[in-house]
């Protein structure tokens, strides 16, 4: 049986152009919190430094002393689903929101300090949602959600619904992910058909744009596990087999990739953060790595981290990261 955890670490001292990893860990499992399930496949901190959990059992949260869980109930107005695969957050006009994409639909719930209130989930019977499985949410920096499933991609404005599929933009209508640039370009990464390049800047008509083909691109894959967008318009993406840097919008420009070979843990990626000092982590099915520019550091279950299946990373408001495991 696994024993799985969250784990939270924080590196505490730099001198120099060395640095030196002071290893504070701290593990949360269902048997020694209030976390609902140990399947942890999200993570997102609020503005108000809550920490959320999505998991395969409902949604938790933590503000460092009182834990709180949210499970779907047909009777009432809660989670569309308690199979969570993604969880970002909105600071909107409304107040403080959570996005959270489900098997069965998405939610929206407001997070303010007063108070935590749910919505109506979002279905495809009841909205322009493409599919109710749902794996990845983004909110860009206009306020559009955007919403990756199994069968394309659905972007919702507030009032207004739009979809994308292979039959107009997309590569491939299974979406694993999505990164976005502060300049309207939407990165979203497919299962079979690498990145597909959408460009909506909120104001003008959603554009497409060249895939990125990982027979003729630097993808090392054509699945597309994580998108990590960094605040200059560079993109990392994560593969089943190593990882990939673009730092252009060119298509066959300005790629180079990073495999164990180079000092990642595991070739198999599944999430993409930048922390507060410009370093890249890496979670992986074989632990976790971070990339300075320069050199890799790498901790695994010796170090620790006791889930080396790392679905999820997260930076809190302090610095200090939070992993989720299987």
Not at 316 to 325: P, R
Request: proline share 1%.
């Amino acid at each position: 049986m696994k024993i799985s955890k969250i784990l939270i670490y924080s590196t505490l001292l730099i001198i120099g152009a060395n640095i030196l990893w002071a290893q504070n860990w701290h593990s949360y499992t269902r048997e020694n919190s209030g976390l609902v399930s140990n399947e942890v496949r999200s993570i997102c901190i609020d503005a108000n430094g809550l920490k959320w959990f999505g998991t395969d059992n409902g949604l938790s949260n933590y503000d460092g002393a009182t834990w709180l869980t949210f499970t779907a109930d047909t009777s009432k107005t809660t989670l569309a689903h308690n199979s969570i695969n993604d969880i970002v957050f909105e600071a909107s006009n409304y107040g403080p929101e959570i996005w959270l994409a489900t098997d069965n639909g998405v939610s929206v719930m407001g997070v303010s300090l007063d108070a935590i209130t749910m919505a109506t989930p979002y279905r495809k019977d009841n909205t322009g949602l493409i599919s109710n499985t749902v794996y990845a949410a983004l909110v860009d920096n206009k306020h559009i959600k955007w919403f990756g499933t199994d069968s394309g991609v659905s972007s919702f404005t507030g009032s207004d619904w739009s979809s994308f599929t292979n039959m107009n933009f997309l590569s491939n209508n299974h979406i694993l992910s999505i990164g976005a640039d502060k300049d309207g370009w939407k990165y979203i990464g497919t299962k079979g058909g690498g990145i597909s390049r959408i460009f909506d800047n909120g104001i003008d008509a959603v554009t497409s744009a060249s895939p990125y083909d990982y027979s003729w691109s630097g993808l090392l894959s054509d699945s597309i596990y994580a998108v990590c967008v960094l605040e200059n318009g560079d993109q990392w993406y994560g593969t089943d087999v190593g990882a990939a840097f673009h730092d252009t919008t060119e298509t066959k420009e300005g790629w180079d990739v990073f495999t164990t070979d180079s000092g990642l843990v595991h070739n198999f990626v599944q999430a993409i953060v930048e922390d507060d000092r410009g370093i890249i982590w890496f979670g992986t099915r074989g632990g976790v790595s971070n990339f300075d520019g320069f050199s890799w550091t790498s901790f695994t279950s010796d170090d620790s981290l006791i889930g080396n299946n790392v679905l999820d990373i997260a930076v809190d408001l302090d610095g200090s990261l939070w992993f989720a495991t299987d």
